[in-house]
C-alpha cells in the first residue's frame, strides 16, 4: 500500500538527507543571507531596463482618451481673472471668485472651518487656524445629479507660492465648460484654503464625516458620488514642464490609467510630463533607475504630496497637476503656457465623462521610472521578497543555535521603555551598526519601533506648515520592509 503524502512528508523531514541539508542551511544563513541580498539588489535594478519595465497602455476603452476635439482657447479670462487676483488677500480673493462662479451661472457655495493646531507646533497667538472654501456645482445637463468630478484648485501650491494661475485656469475652463451640453456628471470647482486642512474640511463634510481637531460647518450644496479629481497648482502662466503628483497616504497612487490619461494628453498638447524627476524624451536607463527611486522616495515617508492625495485615503482616484520650472525663457527649453493645459484638462474631464463605473481594469500598485513606462507588482515584488528571505532563515534557527550575541539576546537586554531616546539610539548602533546583515537586518525593525514609540502622538493630527498629517493614518513605510534597505513598495493601506 501506497504511504499517505503526510506520512511521506513525515518520513522525509527525519531522514538523514533532510537533517544534513538542514543544518547545513543553518550554519550558512549569514553567507546565504548575503548572496540573497547581493541578487535582490540586481533584480531591483534591472527593473528599469526596457525588457522588464512596460510601455504605458490603457486598460479601461471607455475612456476614449484623446478622440474628443479639444478647442479651449480663452487666454483673456485667464489672463483677466489672474489680474484680479493677484495681490488680494484670501477674503478678497473669495470674493472675485464668488463673482466669477455666479457671473458664469454656476450653484456657488461657501464653508468656514477652523482647526486646533497642537501645542507643541503652534507659533502663533491663538493655536487654531481658521478659513474659507469656495466651491460652484455645474449640473450635468444630460444626467441626474448620481455622479460628480472634481476640479480643485488651492489657494497657494504645497511651496506656499500662490496659485493664481491654477485658479484663474479653474475658472476659465468652468466658463467655457458652461456653454457645453454633453456633461453626463456635475463638475465640481472646489478652491481651497489653508492647504491640506481647507481639503480635508470641505471633504468630511462631503462625505459626513469628522476628523477630530477640525470643526466645519455643513455644505448647503451637494452632488453624488465623487468619480475622480484633478488638483491643479501653477505658480505662473509659464513654466517648463507639468509634474504629475500621484502619491498619497502611506503611498496609496490611484488607477494607473488616470495616471496615463493625463500624461497622454499632455504629451498630445505638447506639455512636457514628469514623476519627480528631470523631464527626459528618450531617458537613458540611469535617468529611469533614477526616477525609480526618486518616486519610491517621495512614496516612502507615506505623507500625502498634494491636496489630491486626501482623496485617495477613501479610494477615489485623484491626481495633482504642478506646473514646474522657471518663469522665464531657458537656453535649449521651450517654456509652457496654461492654454495647451487647458486643453489638456478637457480632454482629461472629457476621457472621464464617458466612465460608466469607477476605474478598476488597470492596476494600483506600480513603480513608475518615466511618464511612458511602469513596474507593476509581479516584477517588483520578487526583488522584495528576496531581501525578505535572509530574517526568514535568522529567526529559523533553533534556540541553541542563539549565542549571547545574537542581536534577539543582546539588543533586547540593553533596551528598555524607560531608556531616553539617545540611549536607545547609541544602543542600536553600538548592537547593529557593525553586526553581519541578517542581524542588522533585524535591529532595524527595533529601531523603527523606536522611531515610532518616540513619534509625536499628542494630537490626532499634526499641523507642520499648513499640511496634515495623520497619526492613525500614517505610518513609518519602512516597517512593511522592517530590514531592508529603502526599497519602494507603493502601496500600504493604512488597515
Partial sequence: HKLPRAMKLASYLESKHFRTAAGLLIKRTRIIGFFLYVLATVGFFILPREDISRSSYFDENALMTGLATRQFDDAVTVNRVAMALRDLDQSEAISVIDKELSKIGLEVYQQNFSALLPIALVQQSTPTISGRNIYGILRAPRASTTEALILSAPFHTRDGTSNVYGIATMLSLANYFKTKNYWAKDLVFLFTSEGELGTEAWMDAYLGQQMPGIVASSLQGHSGSIQAVF?????????????????????????????????????????????????????????????????????????????????????????????????????????????????????????????????????????????????????????????????????????????????????????????????????????????????????????????????????????????????????????????????????????
Fill in 231 to 495: 488638483n491643479l497648482e501653477l505658480e505662473s502662466p509659464l513654466f517648463d514642464y507639468a509634474e504629475i503628483v500621484v502619491g498619497g497616504t502611506n503611498g496609496i497612487l490611484p488607477n494607473l490609467d488616470m495616471v496615463n490619461v493625463v500624461a497622454h494628453l499632455c504629451l498630445v498638447e505638447g506639455i512636457q510630463t514628469t514623476f519627480h524627476s528631470p523631464w527626459s524624451s528618450r531617458p537613458t536607463y540611469q535617468q529611469s533607475l533614477m526616477g525609480m527611486l526618486l518616486f519610491g522616495a517621495h512614496l516612502a515617508p507615506g505623507l500625502p504630496t498634494g491636496n489630491h492625495a486626501l482623496f485617495l485615503r477613501h479610494r477615489i482616484d485623484a491626481v495633482t497637476i504642478r506646473g514646474v520650472g522657471k518663469t522665464q525663457q531657458r537656453r535649449g527649453t521651450e517654456t509652457q503656457n496654461v492654454i495647451p493645459l487647458g486643453r489638456a484638462m478637457e480632454g482629461i474631464v472629457r476621457s472621464f465623462n464617458n466612465l460608466l463605473e469607477t476605474l478598476h481594469h488597470s492596476l494600483y500598485f506600480y513603480l513608475l521610472p518615466s511618464s511612458w513606462r511602469f513596474v507593476s507588482i509581479a516584477f517588483y515584488t520578487p526583488p522584495f521578497g528576496l531581501f525578505l528571505l535572509p530574517l526568514v532563515l535568522e529567526i529559523s534557527k533553533p534556540p541553541n543555535l542563539l549565542n549571547s550575541q545574537s542581536l534577539f539576546f543582546h539588543f533586547t537586554s540593553t533596551i528598555s521603555l524607560s531608556h531616553p531616546p539617545f540611549s536607545l539610539v547609541k544602543n542600536f548602533f553600538r548592537t547593529s551598526i557593525f553586526a553581519p546583515l541578517p542581524r542588522q537586518a533585524c535591529s532595524s525593525t527595533y529601531s523603527n519601533h523606536i522611531a515610532t514609540l518616540f513619534s509625536p502622538k499628542t494630537s490626532p493630527h499634526l499641523h507642520h506648515h499648513h499640511h496634515l498629517l495623520y497619526h492613525h493614518h500614517t505610518c513609518l513605510f519602512s516597517q512593511t520592509s522592517p530590514h531592508t534597505p529603502p526599497l519602494p513598495l507603493p502601496h500600504l493601506h493604512h488597515h
